[in-house]
């Protein structure tokens, strides 16, 4: 019979396919703050340099190429520059004893023109676009655009955006990638029914619709091994106007296949907190539990009591926090010593151009 002391918490350490000093992740999350030309600055490293508490840190969306783009002054990994910036941040979280994985993002229709070379349409599965939403461009909000569908040939090049950012991200010393493809981004846009609509291999069944995601992660598995690449997927959401009425099977599928290549770690939005589509009932993180053997990390919403419950059933063997980060970057001291949280961060301080809401929150003992 286990002993209750052996039963795993949110402090205690993991030791599976990642070995972290606990299993508090801080969820990647878009900030803005890499300026005009979306090379990481001094700024970012105070940033993450702060929340080194983490068991792991998973950077914000990084644009794998300039294609890639679909948010304000978000950082990119597709120059010689970026990689030596991003090599700035690393050494600083490393100081700490802490791993970095850097997220590889494409946001595909969840794009404006304005962002993309020579004005061009923003790229995917098929010419579906984002509805009730409005893209934020330099210019202000913007209504978002009828996206040009990707022609087969052009897949095996994006493919390779993958596979080489992925190995920029090794040159600036990251620890492992994870494959952004969740919240209505290029990835989930191939993965879902609403926004596939192609009738070559990579649309129609749900086997055809995986096949962009299969070809990202055997891309980016000749540069990394298997241990350091995550995924992270969105069952529930309904952000950029997502959620199709195979959902369920269609995740169930994914995940499937993703569990035969015993990665770092699966990332579930699994909460509601960002929005639910609503088709039927949410996919529970226990319910990937009994499809997917490796480690499974939850977000979105989490509180405390809910990661430790998360964990100690051993649903999730990781929790990321988000929200909480931002407003807390001690979040590691304050869950070790039950100290109060800062209160949640406004909405409209997030996204300010320099160190308001975003590297000016307290510590508790600055605080005290």
């Known amino acids: 019979m286990t ?35 979306r090379t990481p600055n001094s700024l970012m490293t105070e940033y993450y340099a702060q929340r080194t508490g983490a068991g792991l840190i998973v950077s914000e969306g990084t644009a794998i190429s300039l294609q890639g783009y679909g948010w304000t002054h978000s950082p990119g990994i597709y120059t ?3 990689i030596e910036a991003w090599k700035e941040i690393v050494n600083a979280v490393h100081a700490q004893g802490t791993p970095i994985f850097l997220q590889l993002w494409h946001t595909g229709r969840a794009s404006h023109s304005s ?75 191939f993965l879902q029914s609403k926004t596939n609509q192609r009738n070559d291999k990579y649309g129609g069944s749900i086997e055809n619709r995986y096949r962009f995601l299969k070809e990202v992660v055997q891309a980016v598995l000749t540069v990394w091994d298997a241990g350091s690449v995550g ?12 959620g199709s009425p195979d959902y369920r099977d269609a995740f169930t599928y994914t995940v499937r296949q993703l569990n035969n ?34 480690v499974l990390m939850g977000n979105c919403g989490y509180d405390r009591h809910d990661a430790e ?6 649903n999730a063997d ?12 001690d979040l590691v001291d304050r869950f070790v010593n039950n100290w109060e949280l800062n209160p949640d961060a406004k909405m409209d301080i997030w996204y300010s151009a320099g160190a308001e809401g975003y590297i000016d929150f307290s510590t508790y003992k600055e605080g005290s």
């Not at 960002?274 to 539990?289: D, K, Q, S, V």
């Not at 419950?309 to 051993?314: C, D, L, N, P």
């Open 3 to 37: 002993s209750k002391t052996n039963v795993p918490h949110l402090l205690s350490p993991l030791e599976k396919s990642l070995f972290l000093k606990n299993r508090v992740v801080m969820a990647p999350m878009t900030r803005g703050r890499a300026g005009e030309k």
């Open 80 to 82: 010689s520059e970026q």
């Open 115 to 189: 962002f993309q070379p020579n004005n061009q349409l923003p790229i995917a599965p098929s010419a579906i676009k984002i509805e009730g939403a409005q893209a934020h461009t330099l210019d202000g909000k913007k209504p978002y655009e009828t996206p040009r569908a990707l022609e087969t040939e052009e897949i095996p090049r994006v493919i390779e955006e993958y596979r080489q950012a992925a190995a920029n991200a090794k040159e600036a010393g990251c620890d492992g990638v994870e494959i952004h493809g969740a919240n209505g981004y290029l990835i989930d846009e």
């Open 231 to 242: 995924v992270r997927l969105s069952p529930n959401g309904n952000f950029n106007d997502m």
């Open 261 to 294: 290549y015993k990665l770092a770690y699966l990332h579930l939005v699994d909460g509601l907190a960002f929005g639910f589509h609503e088709l039927g009932e949410p996919m529970t993180i226990a319910e990937f539990r009994k499809i997917y053997d490796g």
């Open 309 to 314: 419950q998360a964990i100690a059933s051993g």
């Open 318 to 329: 990781l929790v990321a926090f988000g929200r909480l980060y931002i407003s807390n970057p």
